[in-house]
C-alpha cells in the first residue's frame, strides 16, 4: 500500500504546481478548483487501486518485477474496469505465460523466414499520438504455420513495445488487405489464439486498428471473430476504404498522408471498439483516418500520399540492432549472430551493444 502521508503530499504538490500555473490566485474560479480537484481525485484513485495491485500479488524478482512497472499495472486494472481481483487474475496468467513462452527471448533470426514478404512490420513513422505503428498485410501471408505466425507476431508485438516513446503504452496498427482472399488467410483457430494472446497478455497496448478496403468475405470472417473480442477492444478497429472519403478523413485524423503508402466474435467488447473499418471512397472513413494519422506519413494504400515499401534485408537489420536492445533491457546475455540476406547469406554480424542508449521500456 501507498502511505498516507505519501498520498497527502502527493495531492499537495499537483495542487501546488497547478496553481502556480495561474497569474493571479485571486482570480482562480471555484469551478476550476473544482475540475482540478476531481482530476488530482482521479489520479489519487489510480494510484490506490495500482497499490491495491501491487500488494495483491506480492513480491515479485526478476522479469517478472521489472515487467510489473505502475504503468503496466494501471493497463491490467484498465482491462478489468479496475477490479483489483480480476485484474490480479489477468496478471497472473500473463506472468505465467511469459514464464514460460519468453517472448522477450525471441529473437529476429528465429522468424525472419516469416516476414520475407512483410506481413508484417513495423513502420518508419508515428500516428498523431506519436504511438508506434505496426503494418500487417494479410494478403501476402507466406506459411502455413501456426506456432511460427503466432512467435513471428508476438515477436514484433514486443518490438514495437520497446520502441514506445517514453511515457506511450500504446500501438496503433494498420491493416492492408491488398491480395486477401481465403487461400491467404490464416484459420479461424489460428485468429482466435493470436486474439487471446493480444486481449490476455497485451492489455491496453492496442490503441487502433484499421482494416483498410477488407474484402466483404472478410467481413463475415470478423463477425465470427468479434464473439471474442471484449467492446474496449472492438471500439479500436476501424474498417476503412480507400476511394472513400469518410474512411480517408478518419485515416488523416490518425496518420500524416505522405507517410502511408500510394472475426469479430473473438473480440472482448474493449477491444472490438478499437476496430475500424475504412474504406477509400467512403468521405466518413477518410476523415477518421485523418484525425489518427498524418496524410503525408500515411501510405497510399491507406489512403495517404506515402509509399509503402518492404526491404527484408534492411528490415532484418534494424531487428537484428533492436534485438541486441532488447537483450539489454532484460539483462540477457545474447551471442552475436549473422543475419542471413535474402539469398540465404551470411550478411554483417550484429555488434555485441547498441550504438544508442535504451531509454523505452517494456511493460
Not at 16 to 26: C, D, Q, V, W
Not at 51 to 79: M, N
Not at 122 to 129: G, T
Request: contains cysteine; charged residues 25%; proline residues 5%.
Amino acid at each position: 500500500m501507498i502511505p498516507i502521508n505519501e498520498i497527502q503530499s502527493f495531492i499537495i504538490v499537483c495542487w501546488i504546481k497547478r496553481l502556480e500555473k495561474t497569474r493571479n490566485y485571486r482570480v482562480v474560479k471555484s469551478s476550476m478548483l473544482l475540475k482540478q480537484g476531481s482530476s488530482l481525485f482521479g489520479e489519487f484513485c489510480f494510484l490506490f487501486r495500482v497499490s491495491e495491485l501491487r500488494t495483491a500479488i506480492g513480491p515479485l524478482s526478476g522479469r517478472s518485477a521489472k515487467y510489473c512497472t505502475d504503468a503496466c499495472l494501471r493497463r491490467y486494472l484498465e482491462a478489468r474496469n479496475w477490479n483489483v481481483d480480476k485484474a490480479k487474475k489477468m496478471l497472473e496468467e500473463t506472468l505465467k505465460w511469459r514464464l514460460t513462452y519468453k517472448p522477450e527471448e525471441i529473437r529476429w533470426h528465429e522468424v525472419a523466414h516469416e516476414g520475407e514478404t512483410g506481413k508484417v512490420s513495423r513502420a518508419n513513422f508515428h500516428d498523431h499520438q506519436g504511438r508506434t505503428v505496426l503494418i500487417m498485410r494479410p494478403g501476402m501471408q507466406n506459411t502455413k504455420s501456426a506456432e511460427n505466425n503466432i512467435r513471428h507476431l508476438v515477436y514484433l508485438l514486443e518490438n514495437a513495445i520497446m520502441n514506445l516513446a517514453e511515457g506511450q503504452e500504446q500501438m496503433s496498427w494498420l491493416i492492408d488487405f491488398t491480395g486477401f482472399s481465403l487461400n491467404t488467410s490464416i484459420p479461424i483457430k489460428v485468429a482466435r489464439d493470436i486474439v487471446y494472446i493480444l486481449q490476455g497478455h497485451y492489455p491496453e497496448r492496442l490503441a487502433v486498428a484499421f482494416l483498410c478496403n477488407p474484402p466483404k468475405i472478410f467481413e463475415a470472417f470478423y463477425k465470427a471473430i468479434k464473439y471474442f473480442l471484449d467492446p474496449k477492444t472492438a471500439q479500436k478497429v476501424k474498417f476503412v476504404y480507400p476511394k472513400n472519403k469518410d474512411s480517408m478523413e478518419l485515416m488523416k485524423s490518425y496518420f500524416d498522408v505522405e507517410d502511408l503508402p500510394a472475426v469479430k466474435y473473438f473480440l472482448d467488447p474493449k477491444t472490438a471498439q478499437k476496430v475500424k473499418f475504412v474504406y477509400p471512397k467512403n468521405k466518413d472513413s477518410m476523415e477518421l483516418m485523418k484525425s489518427y494519422f498524418d496524410v503525408e506519413d500515411l501510405p497510399g494504400e491507406f489512403g495517404g500520399n506515402g509509399t509503402l515499401k518492404y526491404d527484408h534485408e534492411e528490415f532484418s537489420r534494424l531487428m537484428a540492432e533492436d534485438d541486441v536492445k532488447t537483450a539489454k533491457f532484460w539483462g540477457i546475455d545474447d551471442k552475436p549472430y549473422h543475419i542471413a540476406n535474402g539469398n540465404g547469406h551470411s550478411a554483417a554480424e550484429v555488434a555485441p551493444e547498441p550504438a544508442a542508449p535504451i531509454a523505452q521500456r517494456v511493460s
